[in-house]
T-cell receptor
Framework: NAGVTQTPKFQVLKTGQSMTLQCAQDMNHEYMSWYRQDPGMGLRLIHYSVGAGITDQGEVPNGYNVSRSTTEDFPLRLLSAAPSQTSVYFC??????????????FGPGTRLTVL | AQKITQTQPGMFVQEKEAVTLDCTYDTSDQSYGLFWYKQPSSGEMIFLIYQGSYDEQNATEGRYSLNFQKARKSANLVISASQLGDSAMYFCAMSSSTGANNLFFGTGTRLTVIP
């Protein structure tokens, strides 16, 4: 049971390049999400999904796309990277949407630098 | 909208002493959950403790307890008998009945345990 995995761990992009951050979980969780962590700002929600085929925007969705074709995978796409997207990105998952007590399980994070 | 406020950017505590990390929240929802996560220097997010808005008892998990004062909208984390390994960033977060499993995070408090 690997939990939540993210690849890559580190990435450097040039402005305007595109890339996909990968996230996978093997716990059969319905809910998955992407957060970004910037210094002094805590974690902010980018996009989330409540099940395969269903996605929605969070607090800071601009510049990012997501899709959820399977329960296990929830990739985050940067279509045209900008320096403002330099951040640490965390993917998280949790089970059973109807419970407020659902602990979210976080991946190890991806540190992205956009030059 | 939900808002989490952590007013202590940094805290110091002597080893073996207790420390309280402050968290206040704002929400118009009647049903919500409050979480504390620990982020050590290695970067991963570790779930510590959960308190539901309708829970009458304060949550406890080993050396961690949550001092929940609903009328004051505060959810302070108390760490007893601090250890050197407790040095980390601590984040307070909230989920609500209207927000799927989405978490709203505070800006965090950096705790340093002094030997």
């Amino acid at each position: 049971n690997a939990g939540v995995t993210q690849t890559p761990k580190f990435q450097v992009l040039k402005t305007g390049q595109s890339m996909t951050l990968q996230c996978a979980q093997d716990m059969n969780h319905e809910y998955m999400s992407w957060y970004r962590q910037d210094p002094g700002m805590g974690l902010r929600l980018i996009h989330y999904s409540v099940g395969a085929g269903i996605t929605d925007q969070g607090e800071v969705p601009n510049g990012y796309n997501v899709s959820r074709s399977t329960t296990e995978d929830f990739p985050l796409r940067l279509l045209s990277a900008a320096p403002s997207q330099t951040s640490v990105y965390f993917c998280a998952s949790s089970p059973r949407l109807e419970s407020l007590s659902n602990e979210q399980f976080f991946g190890p994070g991806t540190r992205l630098t956009v030059l | 909208a939900q808002k989490i406020t952590q007013t202590q950017p940094g805290m110091f505590v002597q080893e073996k002493e207790a420390v309280t990390l402050d968290c206040t929240y704002d929400t118009s929802d009647q049903s919500y959950g409050l979480f504390w996560y620990k982020q050590p220097s290695s970067g991963e997010m570790i779930f510590l403790i959960y308190q539901g808005s309708y829970d009458e008892q304060n949550a406890t998990e080993g050396r961690y307890s949550l001092n929940f004062q609903k009328a004051r909208k505060s959810a302070n984390l108390v760490i007893s008998a601090s250890q050197l390994g407790d040095s980390a960033m601590y984040f307070c977060a909230m989920s609500s009945s209207t927000g799927a499993n989405n978490l709203f995070f505070g800006t965090g408090t950096r705790l340093t345990v002094i030997p």
